[in-house]
């Protein structure tokens, strides 16, 4: 099965704050994904990566950078966190298209607040 | 650009009985997949049932079904013999066969599951 875990599932921070937000994947798949999701707005797509050290802005990249050295691993970081960002995040993987799966496979979340 | 509407933010259906959640999409492209994903409370999102837009018979995952109407671009999901560890928040969502993997989800649909 494949696995992906998020470094914290609850999280509280200061305005102004830099925050890490950490995923990790143990099923090699190319393709990662950060989410934020909010009552009524469903999930909004931040940042996605293809490749190491490739990324790509989603919908709602402002105020979020990320960052992807190793396959496994995909970042998420607030440069100087807002009360704006309070929200809860989802991080999730899938094959390349050509790997022959659609489907995307989330980690639990983290609920930041941020204070 | 393509789009996915759950107009139905809550629902609630007695143990036993069966519910549908609704799902509508926007599309120009012919070649696509369908998704309902469940996220029960605090827990991981996973996937419910996916379709392959170009196959006609319906998708079935024991007591899931879709009912996919693509001239109409439906997507709803029927739940048979409810049970209490169905009550969820449903995400449906799309994804492109031919472009990029990014997957649009809707805002969601709660479900609750009355005893």
């Known amino acids: 099965d494949v696995k992906v875990t998020q470094s914290s599932r609850y999280l509280v921070k200061r305005t102004g704050e830099k925050v890490f937000l950490e995923c990790v994947q143990d099923m090699d798949h190319e393709n990662m994904f950060w989410y934020r999701q909010d009552p009524g707005l469903g999930l909004r797509l931040i940042y996605f990566s293809y490749d190491v050290k490739m990324k790509e802005k989603g919908d709602i990249p402002e105020g979020y950078s990320v960052s992807r050295e190793k396959k496994e691993r995909f970042s998420l970081i607030l440069e100087s966190a807002s009360t704006n960002q309070t929200s809860m995040y989802l991080c999730a993987t899938s094959p390349s298209s050509g790997g022959g799966s659609d489907t995307q496979y989330f980690g639990p979340g983290t609920r930041l607040t941020v204070l | 650009a393509q789009t996915v509407t759950q107009s139905q933010p809550e629902m609630s259906v007695q143990e036993a009985e069966t519910v549908t959640l609704s799902c509508t999409y926007d599309?120009?492209?012919?070649?696509?997949?369908l998704f309902w994903y469940k996220q029960p409370p605090s827990r991981q999102m996973i996937l419910v049932i996916r379709q392959e837009a170009y196959k006609q018979q319906n998708a079935t995952e024991n007591r899931f079904s879709v009912n996919f109407q693509k001239a109409a671009k439906s997507f709803s999901l029927k739940i048979s013999d409810s049970q209490l560890g169905d009550a969820a928040m449903y995400f449906c969502?799309?994804?492109?066969?031919?472009?990029?993997?990014?997957?649009?989800f809707g805002k969601g649909t709660r479900l609750h599951i009355l005893p």
């Open positions: 599309t120009s492209e012919s070649d696509y997949y």
């Open positions: 969502a799309y994804r492109s066969r031919n472009r990029d993997d990014k997957i649009i």
